[in-house]
T-cell receptor
């Protein structure tokens, strides 16, 4: 079975541009979460979606938005990119949205803002 | 915010057991302890999780103290491929924080030949 897949794997954008990152969860998983990992730090929570509804949002500006589609795939959008948005963006999927359910991560999208 | 404390780095000889400690003294009764690891520039890999009983799977063992204020991840026979950053995470929450993973800086484990 395929794991969590993210696309693209690498991306270079210019300040002020907009970017869309995509995530396909493991088949049957209904919960998707997004994390940002800047160099030298652990991943930081951005969003969680379950059954196409937003279930939680981390401490990120409104430039960050996301959605989940009927097939449970998800997109993360970032507008008006800043240099500080350069990071590894990780998607995690889990079967349901509970604390006793493993979350599995994709390999991430490396975003570089120049 | 991360609710765990881990040593920043540890090392271990190949073939020996690696014991990674984690302090989570403020853990609540319904919060689980999760362990993930991350090999450079890859996505975090799930290892194991538990509530209060010791747990074992094909990758590792998790020992949680009786008071649940600390735990130890044990890799029984470390290999060079186990070199990674290991994250100990307390997972719980209610409402909009339910299920979030709060990562700290983790422990860099280096396995040497």
């Amino acid at each position: 079975d395929a794991g969590v897949t993210q696309s693209p794997t690498h991306l270079i954008k210019t300040r002020g541009q907009q970017v869309t990152l995509r995530c396909s969860p493991i088949s049957g998983h209904k919960s998707v979460s997004w994390y940002q990992q800047v160099l030298g730090q652990g991943p930081q929570f951005i969003f969680q979606y379950y059954e196409k509804e937003e279930r939680g949002r981390g401490n990120f500006p409104d430039r960050f938005s996301a959605r989940q589609f009927p097939n449970y795939s998800s997109e993360l959008n970032v507008n008006a990119l800043l240099l500080g948005d350069s990071a590894l963006y990780l998607c995690a999927s889990s079967l349901v949205s509970t604390v006793n359910t493993e979350a599995f991560f994709g390999q991430g999208t490396r975003l570089t803002v120049v | 915010d991360a609710k765990t404390t881990q040593p920043p780095s540890m090392d271990c000889a190949e073939g020996r057991a690696a014991n990674l400690p984690c302090n989570h003294s403020t853990i609540s009764g319904n919060e689980y302890v999760y362990w993930y690891r991350q090999i450079h520039s890859q996505g975090p890999q799930y290892i194991i999780h538990g509530l209060k009983n010791n747990e074992t799977n094909e990758m590792a063992s998790l020992i949680i103290t009786e008071d649940r204020k600390s735990s130890t991840l044990i890799l029984p026979h470390a290999t060079l491929r186990d070199t990674a950053v290991y994250y100990c995470i307390v997972r719980g929450g209610r409402g909009s924080t339910l299920g979030r993973l709060y990562f700290g800086r983790g422990t860099q484990l280096t396995v040497w030949p």
